[in-house]
Structures are given as structure tokens and as C-alpha cells.
């Protein structure tokens, strides 16, 4: 397959309420959105990075330059059989995996669409519904927390996640578990601690979490097995994973128990198929983490955890969770039983509105024929 043409758009939209982690808050979403055409046919992907270095080192702006200089003229010159070679061949650019990750989707999509088949199906998937839950950033005070928590179960999800940091943790995580006897329950730390922090970190075992997401630093691997050695509850890593070969790692050295797969942090769709594979193979169950996408990456996400390993929730929520208006139609609803339905049309099997995007779009560069 040749790729005609690649279009990357900077794009804002505006959070339906301020996002707050151990890391920072963000009320507004950028990201960029690429668009690959084939003839009459257009694949979407969404590069997760954000406006600042704070989850990662990748930002909208390192990705703009990654695209336009290595990855576009890469993809204009020459062409593919399959998207899945595209990992590889995009090896010889080290790291910048939101920015790989953006563009092999597109491809994905556009591959698909070709083929007359879903996302789901040329990745694999076998579940006709994505198992999902709700990330719950930190909160002004605990009874704001449990309001939120309310509502969140109220409204169907069958999995709550908690964002906590020092001095917001083992009480409002207890008032929560308190108040949801039964409630699917985990927190991420996003980095926020440190071994030292080990005999607080064990308070949290008392509260029966699925898990505890990276407790430690966002580049560790060897200090997580310490801590999952001190800890009953699983540890989950979602920061320090960035290919099949960390994962496999993370796995043969008992530093997690759980594995976040994020495509953008692993550097795409083809490297969350092989850490699904090497997990599975391992009987480490995993779970599809969500960057606050729009309902591009959502549908992307939302075929990807249609994989069979893919058995815990997925912080992958439903469109207006995240913004007044999404990108794509139909939106993304909540399902029974806390799930997405995945999509079944052709490629991400969602459309792009257009207007939508022109309305959001900050600026746009389109190169090729
Ligand atoms: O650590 O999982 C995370 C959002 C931005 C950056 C990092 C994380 C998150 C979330 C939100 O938890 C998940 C979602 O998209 O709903
Ligand atoms: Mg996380």
C-alpha cells in the first residue's frame, strides 16, 4: 500500500472538567490527529502526547517534528504490505513511540478500510465489547471524591480508578473502599513515590485494590520488584513499559503483576499486540490504559482491548466523560456491564466529523500528492 498523502493537524478541545494527577492538571486536551490517504480512502490515528513533558518526554511539538521529518517522508517514499511491518521499520528511530504510534493507526485505519474489514478484526480482536472502567483524577477533598465515585457507578462503570499522590491516598482511598463495599477499586500513582515509601504503599493492601498502578519512578523497572515483593496488592505498570522486550522483563523479574498497554507509550498498535501475546503467554492479564483521546484513539483503543487477554477494565470511558462534543459519530456510549461496543464498520469504523475537526484544529501541515 502507498500512502498518497499524510495530514497532521495540533488540535485542542476543551476537558468537561480539569484532569488531575500526581503529575499535574490539565483542562485542555492537545494532541494531533493524522490523516493518511489512499486514493479515495482515509485512515485516522491520534498521537497521544501532550502539551507538556509530564507523563512522558514526548510532547505535541517533539511529535510534529518527529512526523514531519522522519516519519511522513518516511511513509511517502515507500510503501507497505502490512501495517504491522511498520514497527520495524521505524526501529531506526529511537524512542518517539507516541509519535510512531500516531502514525502507524493511520495506517491501520486506512489498511483496514482497504480491506473491508474493522480495526478489531485486523488486530484480532474476538469480543464484541470492550470491558471498561473510569480514571478519577484527584479530587478537592474526599467528599468531592465520593460524589464522584457515585456517580461514576451510577451511571454504569463497573471499575473505578483513583489517582493518588503523597498526602492523597490511604485515607481517601479508605473513605472510598468504605463506602463501595464491593466496587472493582484501583489507584494510580503515576510515579509519585519511591521505595522509602514502601510501608505506607502496604496500608493499601487493607483495601482489597485489583491493583496499584506505577507507584514508582516512571522510568523504574528494579525498584518495582522490590515493592511487589513487600506488597499483596498487584502492581501494574504503565509508565515504565515502552516495548515487548520491557514488558518481558518487567514480567521474568516479578515487577508487576499487570501490564497497562497504551499504544502510544509502546509505539503502536503492533508492539501492544506483542506485549498482549508475551503477557498472555505469562498469564499476566492486561488492560488498554487511555491518554484522555478523542474518539479517534477511543476507537483505536476500544479495538485493541477487544484482544483476548484484554480481561480487566480499560481506562477507555465513554466520549462526553471526556469532552462536551467528540470527533467521531456515533460517539462512544456506555454499554451494559460496564463496556463499549467495539466498532464492526470498516477500519476504526467510526466517522470523523469534519467540521468538528476544521472547528478544532490549530493548525495543519498536509504533504504528498
Ligand atoms: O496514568 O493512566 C494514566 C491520563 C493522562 C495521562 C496518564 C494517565 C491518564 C489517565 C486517564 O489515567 C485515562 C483515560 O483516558 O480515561
Ligand atoms: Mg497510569
Redesign the pocket.
Known sequence: MQIDSVEVRHIRMQLTAP?E?SFGV?SDREALIVAVRVGELVGYGEVVA?AAPL?SYETVQTAGHILRDFLVPDLLRRPFEHPAELDGRWAFIRGHNMAKAGAEAACWDVWARAQGISMAQALGGVKAEALVG??L?IQPSIEATLERVAAAVERGYGRV?L?IKPGWDVEMVGAVREAFPTLALMA?A?SAYTLDDAPLLKKLDAFGLTMV??PLAYDDIFDHRKLQAQLATPICL??SIHSPAHAAAAIELGSCRII?I?PGRVGGLEASRRIHDICAEHGVPVWC?????TGIGRAHNVALASLPNFTLHS???ESA??YHQDLVEPEFVLGGNSTLAVPNGPGIGVAVLAERLDAVTLASQRVGR
Open positions: 484532569f494527577t490539565e501532550s507523563y473510569i480514571s483524577g480508578k489517582k494510580d503515576n498502578e506505577q504503565d509508565e497497562n497504551k490504559g487511555g491518554m484522555l483521546e481506562d477507555i470511558s466523560r471526556y
